[in-house]
């Protein structure tokens, strides 16, 4: 059996390997992400061994959906941890209550307005969980169900100052197998200052690979778009910050946009109630996938005030603006 090791490994013959083979390895299944359209896209999920990267603009609802699915795969029984450099842990934690209450509620913002206010108020520490969930029963509900699953959910505030490379391969050596390793976000996971942006993320996505490689566990990476994929109507792989790198580094590429921006005006321009529809939803669209089929967009209703998205999506029918075809 293969054990997961952060050393240097020799170099083996193929018959050594065949050995392995013949005796059989250490299972590689996908971790599902809970968006079932999506995980038969990859085949099963996340998996062990890859770096995935999820792309967006700031505000697309990459925290959400990464959180989310990090939320589904703890439920399911796999030890994750979500490394975030953004938030600290009692924001994260905030975030999964509003998810549990959006759940339960479907969505429904006029069911749920008391217990995000109360869950909010125990995020700013006037009040107790305990005492919000006592006065709500959608607070309590959102708590238990956060109980089922937190012990497989880690929740690590990370310092641009601490938790380099060397820290999240700790973490992710000490993991039980099957795990997943989530940062959010890859650009600022610290390394030497002194190297340009684009030498640093191509070390920070190789370290990653590197990560998942050695430990094999499936890492999900969020990255952020450059200062021209800010101004896009539809964000592109090459818009991303250190795009270079990453394009090289990754298994798997998931690019994040406001479909309402990423589909061509021909579908909207003359019916505004379709129009309007668009804003409620996102495109993810596999945009490189090294084990299957690439360029395919998916469609997801989005559910903000909950930190959530509906994870019944559907493949996108409609076109999505095109460098040539259907230009900006």
């Known amino acids: 059996m293969i054990t997961k090791t952060s050393e240097p490994k020799p170099a083996r013959s193929a018959l050594d390997v065949v050995g392995d083979l013949e005796g059989g390895i250490d299972s590689v299944a996908a971790v599902p992400t809970g968006f079932s359209v999506l995980d038969r896209v990859l085949d099963g999920g996340l998996s062990a061994r890859d770096l995935t990267v999820l792309g967006g603009v700031p505000g697309a609802g990459k925290t959400a959906m990464a959180l989310q699915w990090a939320r589904n795969m703890a439920s399911s029984g796999h030890h994750v941890v979500y490394a975030c450099y953004d938030h600290d842990d009692v924001s994260l934690l905030s975030r999964l209550l509003m998810l549990e209450i959006g759940d339960l509620t479907g969505g429904s913002d006029a069911h749920s307005l008391q217990a995000r206010a109360a869950v909010r108020a125990v995020s700013r520490g006037e009040t107790t969980l305990v005492d919000a969930a006592a006065e709500s029963l959608l607070v309590r509900a959102a708590h238990s169900r956060v109980q089922a699953y937190g012990g497989n ?6 310092s641009r100052e601490t938790t380099g490379l060397a820290e999240l391969t700790a973490v992710a050596d000490t993991a039980d197998a099957g795990a997943v390793l989530i940062v959010d976000y890859l650009q600022k996971i610290p390394t030497d200052d002194a190297l340009s942006e684009a030498i640093r993320v191509d070390r920070v996505a190789a370290g990653l690979k590197e990560i998942a490689l050695n430990t094999h566990t499936a890492v999900l990476a969020i990255v952020v778009a450059d200062q021209t994929g800010l101004n896009v109507r539809r964000l592109r792989q090459h818009h991303l910050r250190g795009a270079s ?3 090289y580094e990754a298994d798997v590429v998931l690019m994040l946009n406001e479909k309402y921006r990423a589909v061509s005006k021909l579908h909207s321009a ?23 089929p690439a360029d395919i967009s998916l469609d997801f209703v989005k559910d903000f005030p909950h930190f959530r998205f509906d994870p019944d999506g559907s493949h996108v029918e409609e076109q999505l603006i095109d460098d040539l075809m259907y230009p900006e």
């Open 153 to 158: 959910l880690s929740l690590l505030a990370a």
């Open 245 to 247: 790198g990453i394009a």
């Open 270 to 292: 003359y019916d505004p109630l379709r129009a309007e529809e668009f804003k409620r939803r996102v495109v993810v669209t596999v945009s490189k996938n090294r084990h299957g």
